[in-house]
């Protein structure tokens, strides 16, 4: 799992990004609102062989994104059945 940070004006161009870099590799995609500000936050679950892939291609299109933490599924999936 990794999570992205975009401007809400950048949601569209990151997910042609995403799209196009992941097509079937990528499994899950989640967009939420970043309360009391104008950005948006991505969770992706993608296969690890697209991680680099897809954090390049993110980089050179959208400089200002901010990354997260990549964390493996099932990590993740325990992090989220903690809250």
Not at 19 to 47: I, N, Q
């Amino acid at each position: 799992m990794m999570c992205i940070t975009v401007e809400a004006a950048s949601v569209a161009e990151l997910r042609r990004v995403i799209v196009s870099t992941c097509g079937d590799l990528m499994s899950y995609m989640r967009v939420k609102p970043v309360e009391h500000a104008s950005k948006m936050k991505f969770w992706l679950c993608l296969s690890k062989t697209s991680i680099d892939a897809v954090i390049g291609n993110i980089m050179r299109a959208l400089p200002q994104a901010e990354f997260g933490r990549i964390t493996p599924l099932l990590a993740a999936a325990s992090l989220s059945n903690t809250n």
